[in-house]
């Protein structure tokens, strides 16, 4: 009779130990490793029983009866728990449950199996071998090599050990694998393992045929897409084969959009290929994130233009001060195309359209030359009338120096006609992707800035602001300016194709304007296809009347000074104007503004009980504010001097004046170094030096003057003994500034005959223009901003080209007033009006001798 005995508990989950096989068991919980380690201290046997349920605190209700007494093998210990080896002995039944020093112990008693009455009886003989040659199909289907499967089952003779064997390895529920340890009768038990084992090999055959199915429609398909085939196969024989709620909606999203032909084959084609990809593959992240794209643009969205000129009038006065000529061309940009529009929108609402034809004219009109395949459609629609009517037209393009309003002014634009603003800065690309995207084959590729920018608009009549056009870049990657001529062509934007999205997108309506500091980096064609608005710098008036009424405002504001009553006293805004700021904007006068309204509020914060008298800044609260002044502009000299004449001269920064210095001595023998340019006049030798970081344009200007001042010498009254072997010195400071241009012709020649001739150049005159050998004065650029400059030095008299005369217009009329131009064609009537006079120079030095006598 077998003996009864008391054992460790080893509680197991989600699993079954059957006799005579051996398997991996991992323990964790503080119970069963001590009845672990209780065991280890015995003869290394327990009882392993499977529970009911999974939990964590085994009960003795949760355990099962019947176990298997089984012996510890290998173990391994780590920082969770150990890791054991267990090798079923014999089945068990627990008699009696009881809990011993923090773990469970069982009375066991081993329980033995139930042999056929006849073990020769030829029904269990075909029940035995039919069970062994099903469990080696089903290890053969499994993919296990035939040799091992027959080397596993044959190692096992006995009916009850072989039928322990196949239930230990086939996939079945815990209850299902208790059910077959607590079969005792070794008949039954091959039976029921028999069934599970022909259901285990029926549900791999389905799983074959599914596999079989996909393979078909695959082929060579990845092994990804491969699986989730598979997964839509066993979907589809559920009966779940629903499309995915996203797609479904992205299809209903597509749907509503009114797409070009072409665009909806595409976009059709790729709902088709989203739908047969799996959900999770990265090609389906791909094809919906390309057609979300397409949802999300304005592809028929427009706002409604405001036609109304005066409102745009009052928009522009608002936002900006000054700029009179800039507005009045915005305004004349303006009204041509709300006049088109409105007749368009007048022959919508007679006739309810508007003809293709007419629609293609005016296409022709614009851009005959560049003229695409006519592919316009009649209008029925006012608003589109409208918006059409409105981008058709030259493309505007603001140059001018930084800071005097080019941006403000677009976004003006945009809120006068009531349209979406977009501002794109193209300044350092390189990459021919900015503008038209990236191909879809590129991993991360993504739409130009173009695209994008109409996405951020939300409609397809935006104003668009391309800022900085004349800073594009070129490298290896391509030359986006290249890429912006179809962009800027409105006989071509009509069909503009990104690289990402591939379908035509019409950028027709788009008002684009763009906007540069330096006209000659943008490249010719890109040029051609633009109208330039030149934006001037400000005048000292201008700039403290925009300090007055926008930006004091403003940085009083920032600062948290809005409800302190603090004013800017007239003087004091001057004083920043010229002291402490030197530009043609505006922007770093507003930084200097806004340290002045910053050093106020630390006082006030710190509470300064003498903060500011009355809550006036004057002009000496500005010099305590921002300690001495920064800038020191140039101005005209205190008396007339020979050798010394102004010139003037223009940068981004501004205009301003400058003095150029000639010297002549006489010399012998011919010099020759790097810094002196030789030639031979009519007395001799002659050494022309040219100092103070001259430009090679420069140093031919001064080389022209050198050659009609010595040529001409009789009929410019410079004495013989000036001529001969001499050698001139022309000096321009500063020397550490880099000069060119070819401007400052008529000053270094009226410099060099005044210092010949021995005759002073009147101090309040300043001149500009370039010089010929034969004494002709040629125009320059940069009149307005270079006379600004000379105006606020103090200079009283201009003289420019005669071909300069008009742009005298563009100085503003208030400084006109208070200077006296003199157009001249030649260096003699320069000479006339910047020389002082031979009878007036005597009578000056006379004046001078009897000054220095007293």
């Not at 964590?56 to 173990?75: H, N």
């Not at 479904?248 to 665009?263: G, M, V």
């Not at 041509?336 to 309810?352: C, I, P, S, Y």
């Amino acid at each position: 009779m077998a003996q009864r005995q008391t054992l460790p508990v080893l509680p197991l989950r989600g699993t079954v130990i059957f006799p005579g096989l051996t398997a991996p068991i991992a323990a964790g919980r503080p119970g069963t490793l001590r009845a672990i380690e209780a065991a280890l201290k015995g003869d290394r046997l327990v009882f392993a029983v499977a529970q009911r349920d999974n939990t964590d605190e085994p009960s003795p209700e949760i355990l099962y009866s019947m176990g298997v007494i089984a012996r510890i093998g290998q173990i391994q210990r780590g920082l969770g728990g150990v890791q054991l080896l267990l090798q079923g002995e014999q089945r068990a039944t627990a008699l009696q449950y009881a809990n011993t020093e923090g773990y469970m112990t069982a009375v066991v008693m081993p329980a033995d199996e139930m042999s056929p009455l006849d073990p020769n009886d030829p029904a269990f003989e075909a029940l035995h071998k039919e069970t062994r040659e099903r469990a080696a199909e089903l290890g053969e289907r499994r993919g296990l090599p035939e040799e091992v499967v027959h080397q596993v089952l044959d190692s096992v003779t006995e009916p009850g050990k072989f039928a322990d064997l196949v239930a230990g390895y086939i996939e079945l529920p815990v209850p299902e694998k208790q059910g077959l340890l607590e079969t005792l009768s070794v008949e039954e038990r091959l039976r029921r393992v028999l069934v599970y084992v022909q259901r285990q090999i029926g549900l791999l055959e389905a799983q074959e045929d599914i596999k079989s199915q996909v393979q078909e429609e695959l082929g060579e398909r990845q092994r990804e897409m491969y699986l989730r085939e598979q997964l839509k196969a066993i979907q589809k024989e559920l009966g779940d084969d629903d499309s995915s709620k996203e797609i479904t909606e992205l299809r209903d999203k597509l749907n509503k959009l009114d797409l070009p032909k072409e665009a909806r084959a595409e976009v059709e084609r790729e709902l088709g290929r989203l739908e047969r990809a799996g959900r999770e593959s990265m090609e389906a992240q791909v094809i919906r994130t390309y057609l979300e794209w397409i949802a999300e643009l304005p592809w028929n969205t427009r706002s409604d233009d405001q036609l109304d000129l005066k409102h745009a009038s009052q928009v522009l006065e608002e936002d900006h001060y000054g700029l009179q000529d800039v507005k009045d061309r915005v305004l004349e940009f303006l009204a041509v195309r709300q006049l088109r529009a409105q007749q368009m929108a007048e022959e919508v609402e007679k006739t309810g359209e508007v003809p293709a034809a007419k629609l293609k004219a005016d296409r022709d009109t614009a851009t005959p030359a560049l003229n695409q395949p006519d592919e316009d459609r009649a209008i029925t629609d006012e608003k589109e009338a409208k918006a059409r009517a409105m981008a058709r037209g030259p493309i505007l393009l603001f140059n001018g120096p930084p800071g005097v309003g080019k941006t403000s002014i677009a976004k003006s634009i945009a809120r006068a006609l009531g349209r979406e603003y977009v501002r794109v800065a193209l300044g350092g690309a390189r990459d021919e992707a900015d503008i038209r995207g990236h191909r879809r084959t590129y991993v991360g590729a993504m739409p130009g800035r173009i695209i994008q920018g109409m996405k951020q608009a939300g409609t397809k009549n935006p104003v668009f602001l391309l800022d900085e056009v004349d800073k594009l870049g070129q490298s290896f990657q391509g030359d986006p300016a290249s890429a912006l001529l179809e962009v800027l062509d409105p006989a071509q934007n009509d069909s503009f194709t990104d690289h990402y999205l591939g379908i035509p997108f019409d950028l027709s309506e788009v008002l684009f304007i763009a906007t540069s500091n330096f006209i000659q980096n943008i490249p010719g064609p890109l040029l051609d296809r633009m109208e330039t608005v030149d934006f001037a710098g400000y005048t000292e008036r201008e700039k403290a009347e925009i300090a007055k009424k926008y930006l004091i405002p403003r940085q009083l504001e920032e600062a948290g000074l809005g409800d302190k009553d603090i004013t800017f006293a007239d003087d004091a805004v001057m004083s920043v104007v010229t002291n402490y700021t030197r530009e043609s904007g505006v922007r770093q006068l507003e930084r200097q503004l806004g340290a002045v309204a910053r050093k106020v509020a630390r006082r006030i914060a710190s509470g300064d009980t003498k903060v500011i008298d009355d809550n006036v800044i004057d002009a000496a609260e500005v010099r305590e504010l921002l300690g001495r002044p920064k800038v020191h502009p140039e101005h005209a000299q205190e008396r007339n001097e020979v050798g010394v004449a102004t010139g003037m001269y223009y940068t981004p920064m501004g205009g301003d004046i400058m003095f150029v210095e000639a010297s002549v001595r006489r010399f012998y023998g011919q010099r020759a170094s790097d810094d002196e340019k030789s030639q031979v006049g009519p007395g001799g030798a002659v050494s022309l030096i040219l100092t103070g970081q001259l430009g090679d344009v420069m140093k031919e200007s001064a080389r022209a003057a050198f050659t009609y001042a010595t040529n001409n010498a009789a009929a410019l009254g410079i004495p013989r003994d000036r001529l001969g072997a001499i050698e001139a010195h022309i000096h321009v400071p500063a020397g550490a500034i880099p000069k060119d241009g070819p401007s400052a012709g008529l000053a270094i020649a009226t410099a060099l005959v005044s210092e010949m001739s021995g005759r002073p150049v009147r101090r309040d005159v300043a001149m500009t223009g370039e010089i010929t050998l034969r004494g002709r004065a040629l125009p320059i650029g940069g009149v307005k901003e270079k006379v600004l400059g000379a105006h606020r030095a103090g200079i009283k008299h201009i003289i420019l080209p005669k071909a300069n005369e008009a742009d005298i217009e563009d100085v503003p009329e208030e400084v006109r007033k208070e200077l006296t131009f003199h157009p001249v064609e030649n260096l003699e009537e320069v000479l006339k009006i910047a020389l002082v006079p031979e009878k007036d120079h005597e009578a000056l030095e006379e004046a001078e001798e009897r000054m220095a006598a007293v």
